[in-house]
Nanobody, 115 residues
C-alpha cells in the first residue's frame, strides 16, 4: 500500500507564503499533484507535474503557486506565494503509480489564510 505523508499547512496572513510537502513511499510515480477542497465546494485541481517536469496550474493560482518534485525522494512540493483569503482549503496530495491507473491520496493538510 502506498503511503503519503503531507506537511506544511498552517495559518498565514493574506500576502504570505507557505510550502507544502508530500512524501510518497516505495513506488515510482507518474503524475503527482495537489488538489484542494474549501467548505461547501468540490475538490479541485490546483497543480500537477509529470515525471519529466511538465506542469499545469489552475487559473486561479497561476503566477502565485509553483509545483515541483524530487523523483529520488518521491516527494512533491507546492510553494504558495501571495496567498489570498480564497485559498483557504484542505490541500490533498495525489499520486499516480507509473504504468497503471492507480491513484492514491494524502490525508490532507489545512491551509487557512486570514487577517
Amino acid at each position: 500500500q502506498v503511503q503519503l505523508v503531507e506537511s506544511g499547512g498552517g495559518l498565514v496572513q493574506p500576502g504570505g507564503s507557505l510550502r507544502l510537502s508530500c512524501a510518497a513511499s516505495g513506488r515510482s510515480f507518474a503524475t503527482m499533484g495537489w488538489y484542494r477542497q474549501a467548505p461547501g465546494k468540490e475538490r479541485e485541481l490546483v497543480a500537477a507535474i509529470t515525471r519529466d517536469g511538465s506542469t499545469n496550474y489552475a487559473a486561479s493560482v497561476k503566477g502565485r503557486f509553483t509545483i515541483s518534485r524530487d523523483n529520488g525522494k518521491n516527494t512533491v512540493y507546492l510553494q504558495m506565494n501571495s496567498l489570498k483569503l480564497e485559498d483557504t482549503a484542505v490541500y490533498y496530495c495525489n499520486v499516480k503509480i507509473m504504468f497503471t491507473f492507480q491513484n492514491y491520496w494524502g490525508q490532507g493538510t489545512q491551509v487557512t489564510v486570514s487577517s
